[in-house]
Each structure stands twice: as structure tokens, then as C-alpha cells.
């Protein structure tokens, strides 16, 4: 399976962005993590298959949105109220498994990241 990630770009603090991933075949389980410069890549956010189980980081708690659409074989993550420390390469990930995964090592499937850059 490949992913392709895009949406990224900069937006000025308050604003918001939507991240969208494109799979090739199809997932399950899958998530967002993002690596700001210097820093480990971290957990964003995950979502199951059929979509009703989420879960976030507590950074984004109210502020991001994770979603797919099955059909579409498309993840998306949409970014409210960005702030400057937001700033980082996201990624998509996705699982050959359907739960909630919070940690690098239980994804199979990665895309290229796309950066977001959010301006004080």
C-alpha cells in the first residue's frame, strides 16, 4: 500500500489547514504523527477503520479533526486554531490491523509527509 500525504502550507496562526492521505489499496487502522525540526516524530492523532473510534494527542485535543472516508480510500486531518508550535513535517501511516494505535512501530504503511509551517 502507498500513501501519499498533501494539504500542507502555510497559514498564520488562528487559521487552519486540512491534511488529506491518499491510499493505493486498502487500510485499516491508521494515523497522523508529525516531526517538528530537531525533534523525534510524535503521535498526532489515529482513527479505526469503520471511523468511530479516534483518539488525539492532548496538544490537539479540540483543535484537530481526524476522519476518513472508506470509499475514497482517504484519511484527513483538519487543523483549527494552528498555532506556531503546530510547525512540522505530518505524516500518514496506516495498519494492516484495526484498533487505535498511538506509536510508530505498530504502523506498516508510511507517506512521504507534507510540511506545515504556521506563522506567528
Known amino acids: 500500500v502507498q500513501l501519499q500525504a498533501s494539504g500542507g502550507g502555510l497559514v498564520q496562526a488562528g487559521g487552519s489547514l486540512r491534511l488529506s492521505c491518499a491510499a493505493s489499496g486498502r487500510t485499516y487502522a491508521m494515523g497522523w504523527f508529525q516531526q517538528a525540526p530537531g525533534k523525534e516524530r510524535e503521535f498526532v492523532a489515529a482513527i479505526n477503520w469503520s471511523g468511530d473510534k479516534t483518539d488525539y494527542a492532548d496538544s490537539v485535543k479540540g483543535r484537530f479533526t481526524i476522519s476518513r472516508d472508506n470509499a475514497r480510500r482517504t484519511l484527513y486531518l483538519q487543523m483549527n486554531s494552528l498555532k506556531p508550535e503546530d510547525t512540522a513535517v505530518y505524516y500518514c501511516?496506516?495498519?494492516?490491523?484495526?484498533?487505535?494505535?498511538?506509536?510508530?512501530?505498530?504502523?506498516?504503511?508510511w507517506g512521504q509527509g507534507t510540511q506545515v509551517t504556521v506563522s506567528s
Open positions: 501511516a496506516a495498519s494492516r490491523y484495526s484498533s487505535i494505535y498511538h506509536t510508530e512501530t505498530q504502523y506498516d504503511y
